[in-house]
C-alpha cells in the first residue's frame, strides 16, 4: 500500500521525479564507476593461490631506492633464507623474432626455472621449467603467453616442441600459459636461463654469479606457512649483514621485502583513493541536493501530512510513507546510476594511462555491485531519514492553517535547508581546492624545461643480437655504415643514438670514481647516469655544450678515452675548479679506463620533468658499444613518417633487425604524464560537478525561500522599498549561507589538501593562491544562484503579492 502511494504521488511530479533521479544516478553512477577501479586494483586478491604470501625484494643503495638485485647477493638469499618456500629472479630482454617474412621484437623474461613454481601457475599447455632448464649450459627454452601462442601459432594443440628463432638461436617451445595469466606488460615469452641466473645481456658471456657490483635482477619470493611478512625482513637483514661483512663494497645497501600486491599497487595506490574521496564528496552533494528537493517538497504536502494525521494516521505510519518515497527514489537513482556505471567503468578503463596495473581486473564485480546497493539504499534512508523527522515534527493544527497566512522569518525558519546549502558549498570547495592543486602543479611541471628540444624528434630502437653481432666492432661498424644513410633521407635534418631516452628514467647507473681521489667510502657512494651516444647526439637533441667541445667521428675504439659530463655532475665534482681536462671512471667500455672529460652540457630530465637535475655523463658509443640503441631522427615536418624509409635502411644492412618502439619525443614526453592528466581530468570533472550541483542546490533554496516571502516582499514593496533593495536582501540571505559554507570548506580543504601532497609539483598543498582563487569563484557562483530569484522577487507585482497566500 505504501509503495502505490508512493508511485501515485510521484507521478504526480514527474519534473521533481526526474531531476531526483537524474542527481541521484550522476552520484551513484560515478562513485560506482571509481569504485570498480579502486576494488580491482587495490582491493581484489591477485590471480594467485595464496597471494598474501608473495613478497617483493627491493634494494636500497646510498643514491637510490629500490634498486635491482647483483645475481651473487640473489643466490645467497636464496641459498641461506630460513622464510621462504621458493625465491625466484626475474630479468626483462627483448629478443628478435626472425625465420618470417618481417623480423620483430619481442618481450622477454628470463626467470629461474622455480618461477611459475613460485606463483602457483601450471601451463594450460606442455610443461613447466624443470631444474634441468636452470643448470649451466642447458638448452633455451620458452613458455608462451596465451596471446602470443594464439597470434603466431594459431592455438595449435601441438605447440610444444616448435622451435622459434630468437636472435639467431633456435629456441623449443615447451608450453602455453593460462589465458588468465596477466603479469609484466608487454610481455610474450618466458624463457630459462642459460646459466642458472639470468643473464644481463642477450649476448653478455662473463661471469655472473660471483658478480656483486652489477644490479639488475627483479626478485620475488613465497613465504613459508605462518611466516610474517615481519620475520621474512629480518631474516633477510641478517644475510645482508652477513654479505656486508664478507665484501664490504655492499655496506650502505640494505633490503626491504613487501607483499606483492603492495608492490604492484604502489604508484597507483595514492591518486586511487584520492579519486574515490572525490566522488564520495560528489555522491554527499547529490544526497544533499535530493534532500533539499525533498524539503521544498514537503513543505508543499505540509496540509497533507496533517490531514492524514487528523484522519488517525500516527507518526509512526507518516514516517514509514515518506521513507518509503525516499527509498523508491534512490533505487530509481540506483538503477540508471548502475547503467551509468557501466558505460563510465569502460571508459575509464579505455582512458587509463599505458602501464596502469590489472586493468584486466577492472569490472563490475558483485562485490562492487553490492557496494552499490550498499551505497543506494543508504542514500535512500539518509536523505528519508531527514524527512521523516521533519513529518514526525508535524503541528496538526498548523499544518491545516497552512497556505492561511503568511511564512516569513528567512533563513530561520529553513534552518535545515540552509545547513544542507551550507555542507554542499564546503564539499564542493574541498573538490574545487584539489583540482585546483592538481591544476597549477600541472602546469608548473609543463614549464619545467626539458634541456633539449622534442619537436619534430621521432625516436626508434634496433638491437645487435646473434651471432654476427658477437664478433667485437660489428655493432659500430654498423651505426657506422646506418647513420650517414639515415642523414641523407629526404627532410632529415640531424640523426643520432643513445642507449637510452631522456625523460623515461631507464638510465643504467654507477658510481664515478675521480682519478687522483681516495676511493669513496662504501655507503657513500654518488651515482650519475650511464649514456652511450654517437657522435653528433648533442646537436641533434638540441643540448647546449656549457664549454669545450663534444664528440666527433674521431672519437673512436683506438682513440684516447673520452666522455662529456652535465653541468649538475660539474658542480658536484669539481665545484671550484675546470672539469675539463679531467678523468674519471665509470664505463665499461675500453675495460673500464679513464676518461678525460673534454666537454660540459646543460641537464637533461632525464627521469622526468618532476625529478631534480641528476648527474650524467656520456661516452662515445664507438667506445662503449651497446647491444641495443636508440635511434633519434631530428625532421623537418611530420616526423613519424620517416619511421618506414629508416625500416628499409636497416633491412638493406641487416635484414634480420626489427626496428620497434617508433615513437615521437612529444608521444615519449606525453607518456610520463599521463598518470598525471588521467588523475587531474578525473578531480577536475568530480569538482565541476560537485560546482554545478551546489549551484542548482543554492538556486533552489532561493527560488524557495522568494516563493515563501513574497507576500512580506509585497508588503516591503508597497511600504516604499525599491527592487534593488529587494534583490539585496535576497542576495545577502545568499551570500551568508555561501560564506559559510566557504569557511568550513577551506577548514577541510587545509585537512584533506595534504593527502595531495604526494602528487603535487612546485606547489604547497596549502597553496593559498589557489584557496583563495577557489573561494572567489565559488562565491560568485553562489551569488549568480541567488541573483535570478533575487530579481523574480524584486519584479513582483505588489497587489498580486498581498494576495498571495
Not at 567503468?345 to 584486466?360: D, N, V
Not at 544542507?420 to 585546483?436: I, K, P, Q, Y
Amino acid at each position: 500500500m505504501d509503495l502505490r502511494y508512493a508511485l501515485r504521488m510521484l507521478r504526480r511530479s514527474p519534473g521533481f521525479a526526474l531531476v531526483a533521479v537524474l542527481t541521484l544516478a550522476l552520484g551513484i553512477g560515478a562513485s560506482t564507476s571509481i569504485y570498480s577501479v579502486v576494488y580491482g586494483v587495490l582491493l581484489r586478491p591477485l590471480g594467485y593461490p595464496e597471494p598474501e604470501r608473495l613478497v617483493w625484494f627491493l634494494e636500497d643503495q646510498p643514491d637510490l631506492r629500490g634498486a635491482p638485485f647483483s645475481a651473487a647477493d640473489f643466490l645467497d638469499y636464496q641459498s641461506q633464507n630460513r622464510s621462504f618456500e621458493e625465491l625466484a629472479a626475474i630479468r626483462t630482454l627483448s629478443f628478435n623474432l626472425t625465420g618470417k617474412e618481417t623480423p620483430e621484437r619481442l618481450q622477454g623474461n628470463v626467470v629461474s626455472p622455480n618461477f611459475f613454481r613460485m606463483l602457483g601457475i601450471r601451463p594450460a599447455l606442455g610443461r613447466d621449467f624443470t631444474s634441468e632448464d636452470g643448470q649451466s649450459g642447458a638448452p633455451r627454452v620458452a613458455l608462451l603467453t596465451h596471446g602470443f601462442w594464439q597470434r603466431h601459432f594459431g592455438g595449435a594443440a601441438d605447440v610444444a616442441g616448435k622451435p622459434l628463432t630468437l636472435n639467431g638461436q633456435s629456441v623449443a617451445v615447451i608450453g602455453v600459459l593460462p589465458a588468465t595469466f596477466r603479469m609484466s606488460r608487454g610481455v610474450e615469452l618466458w624463457l630459462n636461463p642459460r646459466d642458472v641466473v639470468p643473464e644481463v645481456f642477450p649476448n653478455y658471456r662473463g661471469e655472473i654469479r660471483s658478480n656483486r657490483g652489477m644490479h639488475y635482477l627483479v626478485v620475488m619470493g613465497r613465504l613459508k606457512p605462518e611466516v610474517a611478512l615481519a620475520q621474512a625482513q629480518a631474516d633477510i637483514s641478517g644475510i645482508m649483514a652477513r654479505i656486508h661483512k664478507e665484501h664490504p663494497a655492499t655496506v650502505g645497501h640494505t633490503v626491504r621485502v613487501v607483499s606483492f600486491h603492495d608492490w604492484v599497487t604502489s604508484d597507483v595506490r595514492a591518486p586511487l583513493v584520492a579519486l574515490l574521496v572525490a566522488v564520495g564528496f560528489v555522491l554527499l552533494i547529490a544526497c544533499t541536493n535530493i534532500a533539499n528537493l525533498l524539503l521544498a517538497r514537503a513543505s508543499g504536502r505540509a496540509r497533507e501530512m496533517g490531514i492524514r494525521a487528523a484522519l488517525g494516521a500516527g507518526r509512526g505510519r507518516l514516517v514509514r510513507q515518506v521513507l518509503t518515497e525516499s527509498v523508491l527514489l534512490a533505487a530509481a537513482g540506483g538503477a540508471l546510476g548502475l547503467l551509468l556505471a557501466k558505460w563510465g567503468t569502460e571508459l575509464l578503463i579505455a582512458l587509463s594511462p599505458p602501464g596502469t596495473p590489472r586493468l584486466s581486473d577492472i569490472a563490475l564485480h558483485p562485490e562492487v555491485l553490492g557496494v552499490s546497493m550498499a551505497i543506494t539504499l543508504l542514500s535512500g534512508l539518509g536523505f528519508g531519514i531527514v524527512l521523516a523527522w521533519q513529518a514526525a515534527r508535524i503541528s496538526l493544527s498548523d499544518a491545516l492553517k497552512e497556505g492561511t497566512q503568511s511564512v516569513t522569518g528567512g533563513l530561520r525558519r529553513n534552518r535545515l535547508r540552509s545547513v544542507l546549502v551550507v555542507a554542499e558549498v564546503a564539499l564542493s570547495l574541498v573538490l574545487l581546492v584539489a583540482a585546483g592543486l592538481l591544476l597549477r602543479s600541472f602546469g608548473r611541471l609543463l614549464e619545467v624545461r626539458p634541456g633539449f628540444n622534442p619537436e619534430n624528434l621521432v625516436t626508434m630502437r634496433i638491437s645487435f643480437t646473434g651471432e654476427a653481432y658477437r664478433t667485437p666492432g660489428r655493432s659500430v661498424q654498423m651505426m657506422d655504415e646506418l647513420l650517414p644513410r639515415l642523414a641523407a633521407l629526404p627532410g632529415v635534418e640531424a640523426v643520432a643514438t643513445s642507449n637510452d631516452l631522456p625523460l623515461e628514467g631507464s638510465d643504467t647507473t654507477g658510481t664515478p670514481t675521480i682519478e687522483g681521489r681516495p676511493p669513496v667510502p662504501p655507503g657513500q657512494e654518488v651515482l650519475a647516469g650511464q649514456h652511450s651516444v654517437s657522435a653528433g647526439y648533442f646537436e641533434a637533441l638540441g643540448i647546449p655544450l656549457l664549454r669545450g667541445r663534444t664528440f666527433t667521428a674521431r672519437d673512436v675504439e683506438n682513440s684516447p678515452p673520452v666522455a662529456v659530463i652535465n653541468e649538475a655532475m660539474a658542480r658536484r665534482f669539481w665545484p671550484d675548479e675546470d672539469p675539463i681536462g679531467q678523468r674519471f671512471r665509470l664505463f665499461g667500455g675500453q675495460g673500464g679506463a679513464a676518461r678525460e672529460i673534454i666537454g660540459v652540457v646543460g641537464n637533461v630530465k632525464h627521469n622526468g620533468l618532476h625529478a631534480p637535475d641528476s648527474l650524467e655523463a656520456y661516452a662515445p658509443f664507438a667506445q662503449d658499444p651497446w647491444g641495443y640503441v636508440v635511434i633519434a631522427l631530428r625532421t623537418k615536418s611530420a616526423p613519424e613518417a620517416q619511421a618506414g624509409a629508416v625500416r628499409r635502411e636497416v633491412a638493406r644492412l641487416d635484414a634480420g633487425m626489427p626496428v620497434h618502439s617508433v615513437r615521437t619525443m612529444d608521444e615519449v614526453a606525453s607518456g610520463t604524464l599521463a598518470q598525471r592528466r588521467f588523475t587531474l581530468f578525473l578531480t577536475g570533472l568530480f569538482a565541476a560537478l560537485a560546482l554545478l550541483l551546489a549551484a542548482v542546490g543554492l538556486y533552489g533554496v532561493m527560488s524557495y525561500l522568494v516563493a515563501q516571502r513574497t507576500r512580506e516582499v509585497g508588503i516591503r514593496m508597497a511600504l516604499g522599498a525599491q527592487p534593488g533593495d529587494v534583490v539585496r536582501l535576497m542576495l545577502g540571505q545568499g551570500l551568508l549561507l555561501a560564506l559559510a559554507g566557504v569557511g568550513l570548506g577551506v577548514a577541510g580543504a587545509l585537512a584533506i589538501s595534504r593527502m595531495l601532497a604526494g602528487m603535487l609539483f612546485g606547489i604547497s598543498a596549502t597553496d593559498w593562491l589557489t584557496f583563495a582563487a577557489v573561494a572567489l569563484t565559488l562565491t560568485c557562483v553562489a551569488l549568480a544562484a541567488t541573483y535570478v530569484p533575487a530579481r523574480r522577487a524584486a519584479r513582483v507585482d505588489p497587489l498580486v503579492a498581498l494576495r498571495y497566500e
